[in-house]
């Protein structure tokens, strides 16, 4: 079967897609595709969904940061659609996330030049105060994700004290 002439293939642009969640979360590519699919048909339509075709190219999340990143592929002409629906994705397996959409590219190697690869902030664990206890911390690029009993708190500088003697 020979393919298309270049004037009639389908054309593309690829999202470079960042997800942050707590440091605990364990989020896979399989359950942020369903997602991504969810979304398109709760936005967009059973019709919209399927022109918009967002499929996820690559994948990577760390769970020990809680942060990963995505490329999505999208038809032409959809890419604020495909926009829309990414930023409706609230929770993955359980996990609340956030997504956020760094960059659009008309090609996977300038969206992988431009946007993704390893993203500039470490993550390092802390023993901090909060609410007079001594509790662990994740600290990532300014913010600070403290662990309590079952879940994490987001806080600022002014909820917590790290700068204590231990004995």
Known sequence: MKHLPKHLRPRWRYLAVEIESWPDAAIDRRAFQRECWYAGQNLLGDPG???????VLQFEFSADAGVGEALVKVRHGWTDEARAAL?????IDGHPVGVRVSGISGTIRAAEEKYLGRRGQDSEER???F???ERVAVVRD????????????GTTDLDYDYDYDLA
Do not use: P, T
């Open 49 to 55: 969904s399927a022109r918009a075709e967002l499929s």
């Open 87 to 91: 930023a409706c994705i609230d929770e």
């Open 127 to 129: 023993n901090v105060v």
């Open 131 to 133: 609410g007079n206890e």
């Open 142 to 153: 300014g913010s600070v994700d403290v662990r309590l009993d079952a879940a994490f708190a």
